[in-house]
């Protein structure tokens, strides 16, 4: 058996047990928001700021890791937004979304427990997936500016650099990963007691995170209407858009890590955070604008379950020819 099955198959049993208590109505209806919040405004930032904060500056600085991944979502997402227009040209705010689809991997909620479980005894590993989503986050920042563009009012005058770094300014992981670069960067410590408190909470992330997902799907699949299930045009997509996910995004990044020199650990990881389907804040965004939100919906729970073959498949691959 693959040994990525094994803490693959504990990610998604927590996901599994969100979904079965959100089903079962065992919690509030707003539970997964409270758990949401939480993860994304306290433990993600904590953990990636201690977790940053203790690594040399010279180890963070990975800066083939950091082209190689970059690209391979610039890429992709070029690619697709490409694609989508070729198909319907005044339809820039879904091809934004397509884009972001297809590029958004859930590198920090999946990403950060998985390289955890992984590589239990190697700091890097979270360093790694620190620095894939702050990555990812400036690329979902750079979509999001896209859609605000394509669906805003025509008569809004706020400069697209100023919605960019609004977005980003105010984005926990960016503030947190930032705070723990600074702090590296500077070569100072916190004191025992404040690194043990950032520990403990951000030990929380991971079996938040994953039961929130797990929640977050059930509720927007509630919302799909049967008409729109399972229709010819809808599985293409959904297959277009999780085939440069799942598939043509971590050949990419495989490519040009390689051409970058990175050396193998950092290769492997990075090449398995690209895999990743893509992140549930995908469809919070698009719910919030109206665009796309069931494809976004329903790509997310395709593109998880996927996972369960595509990732197996790539660390195979990896090994024999990483």
């Known amino acids: 058996m693959s040994s990525i099955l094994t803490p693959l198959i504990a990610v998604f049993a927590i996901m599994l047990l969100g979904s079965l208590v959100q089903k079962l109505r065992l919690l509030p209806a707003d539970t997964d928001v409270v758990l949401n919040q939480f993860v994304y405004y306290v433990a993600f930032p904590a953990i990636l700021l201690i977790v940053l904060a203790e690594t040399r500056i010279e180890d963070i600085a990975q800066w083939g890791f950091i082209a190689g991944f970059s690209l391979a979502m ?85 400069p697209a650099i100023l919605i960019m770094a609004n977005a980003l300014g105010k984005n926990p992981i960016v503030v947190g990963s930032a705070i723990g670069i600074a702090l590296s960067a500077c070569h100072i410590s916190l004191p025992n007691s404040v690194s043990l408190m950032l520990h403990q909470l951000g030990n929380t992330s991971s079996p938040c995170a994953l039961f929130a997902i797990g929640m977050v799907l059930v509720k927007a699949l509630r919302q799909q209407t049967g008409s729109k299930l399972f229709t010819a045009s809808l599985i293409a997509e959904l297959n277009v858009i999780n085939l440069f996910k799942l598939v043509i995004q971590p050949l990419i990044a495989y490519g040009l890590l390689i051409a970058f020199g990175v050396e193998q650990q950092w290769l492997i990881m990075g090449v398995l955070l690209a895999s990743l389907p893509t992140a549930a804040s995908v469809y919070l965004l698009a719910d919030r604008y109206q665009v796309h939100a069931n494809v976004s919906a329903q790509a997310i729970l395709y593109g998880t379950l996927m996972t369960f073959i595509s990732l197996p498949i790539i660390e195979s691959l990896l090994k024999t020819y990483a």
């Open 74 to 158: 610039v890429i992709t997402y070029a690619f697709v937004i490409a694609l989508s227009l070729w198909q319907a040209p005044k339809q820039q705010a879904i091809a934004a979304m397509r884009g972001l689809n297809s590029t958004f991997g859930n590198t920090a909620f999946i990403g950060i427990p998985l390289m955890s479980l992984m590589f239990p005894d190697n700091k890097m590993a979270l360093v790694a997936a620190a620095i894939a989503s702050l990555l990812s986050v400036i690329m979902f920042a750079f979509a999001l500016v896209s859609i605000e563009l394509a669906s805003r009012n025509k008569q809004s005058s706020e």
